[in-house]
């Protein structure tokens, strides 16, 4: 109940509609001020509409990695991992650039050999050091629990120039083992998980080499309800056409 009120009274106070966005904090007391940071946040608990987010979403593109910085890197890729705002180029640009706001320049220039507290050097033991990986896992293999304890789940990637990418990521149902290509992709689901897998640039879809209804998500098809594969075995979802 406390947690339905204060999301009321977010809505009430905090929702800019001439501007389509959430302001800084209460309208009223920000003169309307909708910064790009709390859009972010927004995103990353996905309490926008479906028009709100498309707006947000081409903010936090448009402002890119270097304008939150290493402190705010993990809100930045786990918003744009929540977005349908390209093929995934603008994710991949975020983990491999090389300027001066970068995991690269942080390796190159400090010799680092494990992502820090910041690009700037600090700690190795600050959470957020490990913001890359969600940018990795949610962005580029595109997997996202979409019940609790991961009863079902998303596998989306967005590969933008790779060939391939592959990955696992551990969950309380047991680890999602992902290998993705521009035309297929495979996945290992948990025992009594369900998952939604998509490929992208497709019209129809084949699952396991059978043809199924595909389900459109954006510029991807997507077979739902995949199950685990027989002894653990891979479930590939593959372009047909």
């Avoid at 190795?124 to 997997?143: C, E, F, N, Q, R």
Wanted: a negative charge; hydrophobic letters at 50%; aromatic letters at 8%.
């Amino acid at each position: 109940a406390d947690a339905d009120a204060l999301l009321t009274a977010m809505k009430t106070h905090m929702w800019n509609a001439s501007a389509n966005r959430y302001c800084d904090g209460a309208c009223a007391d920000v003169a309307g001020h909708a910064g790009v940071t709390t859009a972010a946040w927004f995103l990353y608990n996905g309490l926008l509409e479906p028009a709100a987010a498309a707006t947000a979403c081409a903010d936090v593109k448009a402002w890119g990695l270097e304008g939150f910085g290493s402190y705010g890197a993990f809100i930045y890729l786990s918003a744009l991992a929540a977005c349908d705002v390209d093929d995934g180029s603008a994710m991949l640009e975020a983990l491999t650039k090389c300027d001066a706001q970068s995991w690269c320049a942080e390796m190159r220039d400090s010799g680092a050999t494990m992502t820090r507290e910041s690009w700037a050097g600090g700690t190795y033991s600050h959470p957020w050091g490990t913001a890359a990986l969600v940018g990795v896992s949610a962005g580029v293999l595109g997997v996202a629990q979409t019940a609790p304890a991961w009863r079902n789940f998303t596998v989306k990637p967005k590969l933008g120039n790779l060939t391939f990418a592959n990955g696992v990521v551990p969950t309380v149902a047991g680890p999602v083992a992902v290998n993705a290509t521009p035309t297929a992709t495979a996945v290992v689901v948990p025992p009594n998980s369900r998952a939604t897998v998509c490929v992208a640039n497709a019209a129809r879809v084949l699952l396991d080499g059978v043809a199924v209804d595909a389900v459109a998500s954006g510029a991807h098809a997507c077979a739902v309800g995949v199950g685990s594969g027989r002894r653990g075995a891979a479930r590939v979802v593959a372009a047909a056409d």
